[in-house]
């Protein structure tokens, strides 16, 4: 259906926008001219459902589109070019052709965009076939989750119910197709008949912002924190954009700074890629509730338990547990992976979270992160939002690092226009209200985060260790 949509809307509004890169901007009848094209080409190189799961290793952001459009035309699965486990990759780099690479020249590449126009039909599929392999984040190694044509329907046409809220203008994918957000957000888009825009630097973004028709702009909360940062002088708020943000929780200041800046219409995602979008609201309730993703979106049931597996009273905290029709039923080639996070019928993504008393979600937190610092419990989240308030400061992560007794000792990293004292650090901390355990403060440029955005609290660790042993402490 991916390719589907886009040959439809070549045929009903052929001159519309459908795909803007930095270098690139083509019409719906362009890229459909151009996705034929290059389907027929990888056609001609045996490229068909039998060649497995495959990745793309693009020149460019327009070929990474055109090229993972061209695998659906031909009903070829595909994966994130970051999947070590594709069947078959297939890459414009140099380099030596094998088994499991197939180089696409220069020379093949320009022939193949220069050829006379063909069509070619989108081929027929199982609908319980597999589309996508979505990788999940937070983890050493990525577990790969199965995306049915069938599922990737669904997640579409429920996202079509909740995030364009009327708008075709420009769709800004900040993550790209590379992303599960940004690979759904772009199928919502062609289906819709509304502009892709994707691989644009932060720095860019406003002035697309004012010379774009309004739509959406999907980012995470650390790109939304880049791009206020970068907004120049004179910006006015544009307030026929929505925001949409995911891939981790958006602390309260950020959110009110965009809101201010940017446009009102700032909007809390949570999900996964196993269970696609979990719940949406509006930041303007993290001012009340830090944390808060907003309400389950139709179809979907969300269960907050303790231990023991039951439910916890309304308010308390406790696993959140999630059952969705469009959610994964387990993850490729990995039973033991499946039977640890799907159970019962349920998924369980390691969050922490409670309810509030209108039936919206609050996450708090990871539950293997949470830290026990001499008795004092603590989530990292708690401590980072409590410093993101300040205005001196861009990002911040807190993460345990055995000292050399063993003994875990709770550090946070803080990057920032200035080092601010210690104290003063420790009065926001104070004032979060929430139980503080001893601290100790690093600073550093940036914070290492994954592909999705998310915090990489193994790669903070290992930063900080060996930053200790060097000096000796």
Same mark, same amino acid.
């Given at each position: 259906m991916l390719d589907a949509y886009l040959a439809f809307h070549a045929r009903q509004r052929p001159r519309a926008v459908a795909l803007l890169t930095p270098r690139r901007r083509l019409t719906y009848a362009e890229l459909d001219a151009d996705v034929n094209r290059f389907a027929g080409g990888l056609s001609g190189l045996g490229l068909s459902p039998a060649s497995g799961v495959v990745a793309v290793e693009a020149a460019t952001p327009y070929h990474k589109n055109v090229l993972t459009l061209a695998l659906a035309r031909l009903a070829v699965a595909s994966t994130p070019a970051s999947d070590a486990k594709a069947d078959l990759v297939v890459s414009q780099r140099a380099g030596p052709s094998d088994g499991r690479t197939l180089r696409l020249s220069p020379d093949w590449t320009q022939a193949t965009a220069a050829a006379p126009p063909v069509v070619v039909a989108s081929a027929a599929r199982d609908p319980d076939g597999l589309a996508r392999v979505l990788l999940s984040s937070g983890l050493a190694e990525p577990r790969r989750v199965p995306l049915s044509w069938r599922r990737l329907e669904a997640q579409v046409l429920a996202a079509a119910a909740t995030y364009p809220a009327g708008r075709l203008g420009a769709w800004v994918l900040s993550l790209g197709v590379e992303s599960e957000l940004g690979f759904v957000l772009a199928a919502l888009a062609w289906s819709q008949g509304a502009t892709a825009v994707t691989d644009w630097e932060s720095r860019d973004l406003p002035h697309l912002l004012e010379r774009q028709p309004p739509g959406l702009v999907a980012l995470t909360p650390v790109q939304l924190s880049d791009l206020l940062r970068v907004l120049p002088a004179g910006f006015e708020p544009r307030p026929g954009w929505r925001l949409l943000v995911s891939g981790g929780l958006l602390a309260p200041a950020v959110a009110r700074e965009a809101r201010l800046r940017l446009s009102s219409d700032v909007q809390v995602v949570y999900g996964s890629p196993e269970t696609g979008r979990v719940a949406m609201g509006p930041a303007a309730r993290l001012d009340q509730a830090p944390g808060a993703v907003g309400w389950p979106q139709p179809g979907v049931e969300i269960a907050i338990v303790g231990p023991d597996g039951q439910p916890v009273a309304e308010g308390e905290s406790g696993e959140i547990r999630i059952r969705s029709d469009r959610a994964a039923r387990g993850y490729l080639d990995d039973p033991a992976a499946t039977a640890e996070a799907f159970q019962g019928g349920f998924f369980r993504p390691g969050d922490l979270g409670r309810s509030l008393p209108d039936g919206a979600l609050v996450v708090e937190g990871r539950l293997d992160e949470r830290?026990?610092?001499?008795? *004092?419990? *603590?989530?990292?989240? *708690?401590? #980072?939002?409590?410093?993101? #308030?300040?205005? $001196?400061?861009?990002? =911040? =992560?807190? *993460? =345990?690092?055995?000292? =050399?007794? $063993?003994?875990?000792?709770?550090w946070i990293a803080v990057a920032g226009e200035r080092q601010i004292a210690r104290a003063e650090l420790l009065v926001r901390l104070t004032a979060s209200g929430a139980r503080v355990p001893p601290v100790r403060f690093a600073w550093t440029e940036a914070i290492p985060r994954n592909a999705a955005g998310k915090v990489d609290r193994d790669a903070l660790r290992a930063q900080l260790a060996s930053a200790l042993t060097a000096s000796g402490v």
């Open positions: 830290m026990d610092i001499q008795g *004092v419990k *603590v989530l990292p989240s *708690v401590l #980072e939002h409590a410093l993101l #308030e300040h205005p $001196g400061i861009r990002d =911040a =992560a807190a *993460v =345990a690092v055995p000292d =050399a007794k $063993g003994e875990d000792e709770c």
